[in-house]
């Protein structure tokens, strides 16, 4: 689930993509001709790294940052991954020793190893202007000065990984949390050369949608012939359904400045129609999670989806937990909801006040685990009840390591 940057008002602090229909499941018949199981065209992740303990600390002026997908750089036989994150806080290299400033950017990325002795190593990057000052790693054109990315999910095709990234531009507050932005659409990233630093890697963007209707940025899959891409319904009252959309992968060999009318949604009768098309779409999952983690574990034979929904549970609990669904087939059926995880440090919490955390993104890395297992990160962010709290809240954000980066675990597939 994206959030608002960072502190906020209460009425606000659940925002864009926010997840508030309460957990279920979706009825779905006949699921038509199967697709094939196993991701044909990914590099072979699973498990690549399990040796490795994830660490993100504070390095490189990099101070925390929102949510955390992960995919396995092409070239690498699947020891290094690129990490993406949403609004980060990052250090100015003008500020002055001890000074408290805040930079701030809308999303950065991380480049990690597991070397042959199973270390950990981890480097984050950014753009900076002419001045030095920070800038986000991915940026619209120029001439969508307003528009800013949020990063969600990555997927790796042969030698190139493909991220989708959400459109955000500010707007009036409106809507049931009067949230002071909108959501745009998806534009697709395509990354095909990973020598260098990553400020000098060559990035090419396409439309991939339009509009705040449907959102194919929640889980990247590449499968056969195809690149799959989930999509949550952005709902005025926040239902985030998930559908399920995919391109050919022979249409992005021919990359080109919009993709839209090469996308096919899944219909309710199990088949894929050309476009975009929420009405007549499968509702895969009927829960709410604009961000979640896809992938097939070969060993039993089925996919799994990880997710988190910081606002709800199918008992009526607060959303301290995060889900797990199978299927043996992309289209689904998928299972009921699993509860995963209760995320410990909403441990015995109320509702949550301002000073207290609420956390969601919850999402696997498969790279980071062998058949059965799973390696799952969350974040926790914090409640500010009015503006003069703000900035003694960033301050918590900033330097309690528990707060506002990627939480960790190791979890036995239940």
């Known amino acids: 689930m994206k959030r608002c940057p960072l502190v906020i008002p209460r009425r606000f602090a659940i925002c864009v993509l926010a997840a508030m229909i309460q957990l279920g499941t979706a009825c779905l018949g006949d ?107 991915f940026e619209p054109e120029p001439s969508a000065e307003s528009t800013y990315y949020w990063p969600i999910s990555a997927a790796a095709v042969r030698d190139v990984v493909y991220v989708a990234l959400l459109r955000v531009v500010p707007a009036v507050a409106s809507g049931p949390f009067q949230l002071p932005f909108r959501l745009d659409g998806v534009d697709l990233a395509r990354i095909e050369e990973f020598s260098g630093p990553p400020t000098r890697w060559q990035i090419r963007y396409s439309t991939l949608s339009r509009g705040a209707e449907a959102m194919p940025a929640t889980s990247l899959v590449a499968l056969g012939d195809h690149l799959y891409a989930f999509a949550f319904l952005d709902h005025t009252d926040g239902h985030s359904q998930r559908i399920l959309t995919r391109l050919p992968l022979a249409v992005l060999a021919d990359w080109r400045p919009a993709l839209e009318d090469a996308l096919e949604t899944l219909g309710e009768d199990g088949r894929f129609l050309p476009g975009l098309q929420p009405d007549r779409a499968r509702i895969l999952m009927d829960d709410d999670a604009s961000e979640m983690s896809v992938h097939f574990d070969p060993g039993l034979g089925r996919w799994l989806a990880i997710y988190a929904d910081p606002t709800a549970s199918p008992d009526g609990d607060r959303g301290d937990t995060i889900w797990l669904r199978r299927a043996t087939d992309l289209r689904g059926p998928w299972s009921a909801p699993e509860p995963l995880l209760k995320m410990p440090e909403l441990a015995n919490l109320p509702d949550p006040e301002p000073g207290e955390p609420f956390c969601y993104a919850g999402k696997a890395h498969p790279e980071l685990a062998p058949s059965g297992e799973l390696f799952v990160t969350w974040v926790c962010n914090l409640y500010a009840s009015n503006e003069l709290e703000i900035p003694a809240v960033l301050e918590r954000l900033r330097n309690v390591p528990g707060l506002y980066r990627p939480r960790t675990i190791r979890l036995k597939v239940p």
């Not at 196993?38 to 929102?66: M, N, Y």
């Not at 994150?85 to 990052?90: A, L, R, W, Y």
């Open 31 to 137: 699921t038509g001709p199967p697709v094939a199981t196993r991701p044909v065209t990914s590099l072979p992740a699973l498990g690549t790294q399990a040796g490795c303990q994830p660490e993100f600390r504070d390095e490189d002026g990099w101070l925390g940052g929102d949510s955390a997908s992960s995919v396995v750089l092409p070239g690498t036989l699947g020891r290094e991954s690129l990490w993406l994150f949403g609004d980060s806080f990052v250090e100015h290299p003008a500020a002055p020793p001890g000074a408290r400033t805040y930079p701030f950017v809308h999303n950065t990325i991380a480049v990690s190893r597991c070397d042959t002795h199973d270390r950990w190593q981890i480097d984050y990057a950014w753009r900076s202007d002419a001045t030095g000052a920070p800038r986000a790693f």
